[in-house]
């Protein structure tokens, strides 16, 4: 490139404004059901989010703002997820528009009332049924299936093909390879390419795929930083004791396993979990019981706090039951 070329190509580059949106997944476990806040439009759901504005101090203090202007919630724990600035991914993005997204994860123990008529908390398996395996292998998958073998039978050679082959192998696998609850956002990235989901569609991309009948979109790429969200913390409840920052301050066994079982999706081995959870002295006996499971009385523990400051870190591994 000579110096010319480059220099009109640095001023088309000035002439794209660049914007900055703080996007939220704030999560919680109501009911044994994984629950997202969102905000409902006239087109599709969205995470509460906007732009990072001069007045905020800080990335964080600038969603925080967002927050709790849109659903009146005020966040305690938020890690940073990623910063998403494909360009293309969204309609909502204008030509002369490079919108950069950063995406943030919330956890909050109670499903508070959202204090604005827009918000409400959304089960997560409606944007993505195919991810909810407690109760045997979900039906959509076969209509993924389908989809999947029309666009791995479109490969230009077989070498493409082959390739297509193995990534759905390794995200939906199959009966030679068990499901792996982690990879969501991968999922939801190959069926965005093989056009699947309206979102690639909307998005004007080149495809032939049809879009699947479940599985809700959402507003810009809001469903995809909800993937990675659901993917960082699937991945996280097994080597940190994240999943505590759900839960009241004394609670059941029993209530820990729904709640990681509706994070994950999968079925748990109770009497494994159990041993696992207490061998690893991550919870205490409070010496009181409930009666609120339905059975005999369950005796309640707590998290036990001390282990973070005697360096035991660890996560809750997954017994899944397999079938």
Do not use: C
Request: aromatic share 8%.
């Amino acid at each position: 490139m000579s110096i010319a070329e480059r220099l009109a190509a640095e001023e088309r580059s000035t002439q794209q404004s660049i914007s900055v949106d703080l996007s939220a997944v704030i999560v919680t476990v109501d009911d044994e059901q994984p629950k997202v806040l969102a905000i409902r439009t006239d087109k599709a759901d969205a995470l509460p989010s906007g732009p990072l504005e001069p007045r905020h101090r800080t990335l964080e203090a600038g969603l925080r703002a967002w927050v709790e202007t849109q659903t009146r919630q005020t966040l305690g724990y938020v890690e940073q997820l990623y910063t998403f600035g494909d360009s293309g991914r969204s309609a909502a993005t204008g030509a002369n528009t490079r919108s950069l997204s950063i995406g943030y994860l919330a956890l909050v123990p109670e499903a508070q009332p959202p204090g604005t008529p827009d918000a409400e908390w959304r089960n997560w398996y409606r944007y993505f049924p195919w991810e909810d395996w407690r109760n045997g292998r979900p039906p959509i998958l076969d209509e993924i299936a389908a989809g999947l073998k029309a666009w791995v039978a479109q490969a230009e050679d077989a070498s493409q093909r082959r390739l297509r082959e193995a990534r759905v192998r390794r995200t939906f696998g199959n009966r030679n390879r068990p499901w792996n609850e982690e990879p969501v956002l991968d999922r939801y990235e190959l069926l965005y390419e093989a056009g699947l989901v309206p979102e690639a569609h909307r998005d004007g991309r080149k495809t032939s795929g049809k879009p699947i009948s479940a599985g809700e979109p959402m507003f810009a790429d809001h469903r995809r930083i909800l993937a990675t969200a659901i993917t960082r913390l699937r991945g996280k409840i097994k080597y940190r004791p994240v999943v505590f920052e759900l839960m009241p301050e004394m609670f059941p066994l029993l209530h820990l396993q729904r709640t990681v079982e509706a994070l994950a999706g999968v079925r748990l081995h109770k009497p494994n979990f159990r041993r696992l959870v207490e061998g690893q002295g991550l919870v205490e006996d409070t010496g009181a019981y409930t009666t609120e499971t339905g059975g005999r009385p369950a005796r309640l523990v707590r998290f036990r706090s001390e282990a973070l400051l005697e360096g035991m870190t660890g996560g809750i591994r997954l017994p899944v039951v397999r079938s």
